[in-house]
Antibody, heavy 117, light 108 residues
Framework: EVQLVQSGSEVKKPGESLTISCKAS????????ITWVRQVPGKGLEWVGK????????LYSPSFEGHVTISADKSITTAYLQWSSLKASDTATYYC??????????WGQGTTVTVSS | SSELTQDPAVSVALGQTVTITCQGDSLRSYYATWYQQKPGQAPVLVLF???TRPSGIPDRFSGSTSGNTASLTLSGAQADDEADYYCSSRDTSGVLYVFGTGTKVTVL
């Protein structure tokens, strides 16, 4: 079964660092880009960026570039989304998704990040 | 980058047909992809390309594009189709992606 399993919910304080993960299984990890998507509570989906696990080549939405870092470790078929200094406005659910030929065809279950002092 | 605009909400009677639209400059060059999201769940891919449904998606979902507008048509709406629907495509650069603003579909 093709699946993406994300790490658990996180509660952090502003200024703290955080890395969340997305473990892929059931397919060849290096053959598909992984994307990250943000959803602020009660709001729509926002595309954060993507990574080619085989390269790795990363591309970011201008709205997120410089504030998050996407990485991947192909040896353990896992992608990551990282912050060095969280803000309250980072509070959201973050999804990873596999980027197939037609679109984001497999999604993780989401990781909820809460940033509050 | 570019924006994709959707109507915030639509309603449809059970068994009737509803069309959701998505407008944006990038749609003149790239097909829209459509996602369904139910409360508390991750999005699900329901339509991509010219009019292609992933395995397991009912054939009551169909799509089309004209100019800068992509459409998702739900024929014979079921209660289970009540959800938020988002379009997405590459942006005008062709490298990045963008999501539409989302449409909440209510089945009456």
């Amino acid at each position: 079964e093709v699946q993406l399993v994300q790490s658990g919910s996180e509660v952090k304080k502003p200024g703290e660092s955080l890395t969340i993960s997305c473990k892929a299984s059931g397919y060849s990890f290096i053959n598909y880009w992984i994307t990250w998507v943000r959803q602020v509570p009660g709001k729509g989906l926002e595309w954060v960026g993507k990574i080619d696990p085989s390269d790795p080549d990363m591309l970011y939405s201008p709205s997120f570039e410089g504030h998050v870092t996407i990485s991947a470790d192909k040896s353990i078929t896992t992608a990551y989304l990282q912050w060095s200094s969280l803000k309250a406005s980072d509070t959201a659910t973050y999804y990873c998704a596999r980027l197939g030929i037609g679109g984001m065809d497999v999604w993780g279950q989401g990781t909820t990040v809460t940033v509050s002092s | 980058s570019s924006e994709l605009t959707q109507d915030p909400a639509v309603s449809v009677a059970l068994g009737q047909t509803v069309t959701i639209t998505c407008q944006g400059d990038s749609l003149r060059s790239y097909y829209a992809t459509w996602y369904q999201q139910k409360p508390g769940q991750a999005p699900v891919l329901v339509l991509f390309g010219q009019d292609t449904r992933p395995s397991g998606i009912p054939d009551r979902f169909s799509g089309s594009t004209s100019g800068n507008t992509a459409s998702l048509t739900l024929s014979g709406a079921q209660a289970d189709d009540e959800a938020d629907y988002y379009c997405s495509s590459r942006d005008t650069s062709g490298v990045l992606y963008v999501f539409g603003t989302g449409t909440k579909v209510t089945v009456l």
